[in-house]
């Protein structure tokens, strides 16, 4: 038993000097050295960082803001890798230079609001808020092509010129002149022209999202029709049944909706739900207008995440915004 006690308290006297060795040597390199981040881009080493987080959030803030006006985000294809090491204390840290070296290879996308008429572009506004104002004052003043106005969100790489709400309405506005006619009318207009107010369906929609911020209109876009209207909306965000009806498609489409569902109210009259994140309901579910049928996300083809929203009868896609105020 003594030997036991003997070998014992020896154990615990190496397991000590073993450890008040390691505490110094520790302490002696900590002395020498210091942990810090060594940052690599495109496989190569551009410097030192002693507050990766930091840094890579002022990138991340970059890419989705930049620095100038007007700017819609910062498209950079590759992103910085961090590994710790010691370094000699002597080695100085450069995040500025490893920032602007990172951030200098990004491609800006600028956001401008086109104003068209007859879907020809005539000039750009700052906000979509601009945009709105520069129609109804073209309305107000019962400009001759009011009724042929639109409104298109643009992103671009390069620099426009921006008009006040102001100098637009000045240059857009066409004194109306009446024409004396006998000719009958030409009949309705065509399905789903926006502007016209021709409603072919008497179903009462709601809100797909509790808040709505439209980023873009039914109408030309981009050198096509853009069938429905755009909500911004962070992944995530609850998305809700337009009408009552019954669902006829739940799941990843092809054709750059990413993942969609389709709504059917009866009488030829559907809704479309695009780029969800997740989808909360099934084919053949019955729903009720206000129901959770989908959550937002940013699947298919976009450029950011956000709601598509369209209301189509007979599969012609008709201005939601007729349907919904």
Not at 29 to 57: H, R, W
Not at 80 to 103: A, H, M, Q, S, W
Not at 135 to 153: C, F, H, Q, R, Y
Not at 248 to 263: F, R
Request: with cysteine; net charge positive.
């Amino acid at each position: 038993m003594k030997k036991i006690l003997i070998g014992l308290r020896t154990s615990i006297k190496a397991i000590i000097l073993i450890a008040i060795a390691s505490i110094a040597i520790v302490a002696l390199i900590m002395c020498v050295y210091k942990p810090i981040y060594s940052v690599s881009f495109n496989g190569e080493t551009i410097g030192y960082s002693s507050d990766k987080a930091n840094l890579q959030k002022r990138i991340l803030e970059y890419i989705e803001e930049g620095n100038q006006d007007n700017v819609a985000f910062v498209q950079i294809d590759e992103m910085p890798t961090y590994k710790l090491c010691f370094l000699k204390r002597g080695v100085e840290t450069n995040d500025d230079e490893i920032f602007e070296k990172i951030t200098s290879t990004g491609i800006t996308y600028y956001r401008y609001y086109a104003i068209a008429v007859n879907n020809q572009e005539k000039l750009y506004v700052a906000t979509f808020e601009d945009a709105e104002k520069v129609v109804k004052g073209l309305k107000e003043k019962n400009s001759n092509n009011a009724a042929n106005l639109s409104i298109d969100t643009k992103y671009l790489t390069e620099t426009k010129e921006v008009k006040d709400t102001e100098t637009a309405i000045n240059e857009l506005y066409e004194k109306k002149v009446v024409v004396a006619s006998t000719k009958k009318s030409a009949g309705p207009v065509s399905p789903g022209t926006a502007g016209t107010g021709y409603k072919p369906t008497s179903v009462s929609f709601v809100k797909p999202l509790k808040n709505l911020t439209l980023t873009s209109r039914y109408g030309p876009r981009w050198g096509k029709q853009h069938k429905g209207l755009d909500y911004a909306a962070p992944v995530g965000t609850s998305i809700y049944a337009a009408a009552s009806g019954t669902v006829t498609y739940a799941g990843w489409n092809s054709g750059g909706y990413g993942y969609l569902v389709i709504i059917s109210h009866g009488s030829g009259v559907q809704t479309y739900y695009a780029h969800c994140n997740s989808i909360l309901t099934k084919v053949g579910a019955t729903v009720n207008a206000g129901d959770l049928i989908a959550k937002s996300g940013a699947t298919g083809h976009v450029t950011g995440p956000h709601l598509h929203f369209e209301i189509r009868i007979n599969d012609v896609a008709y201005d939601p915004s007729l349907y919904i105020k």
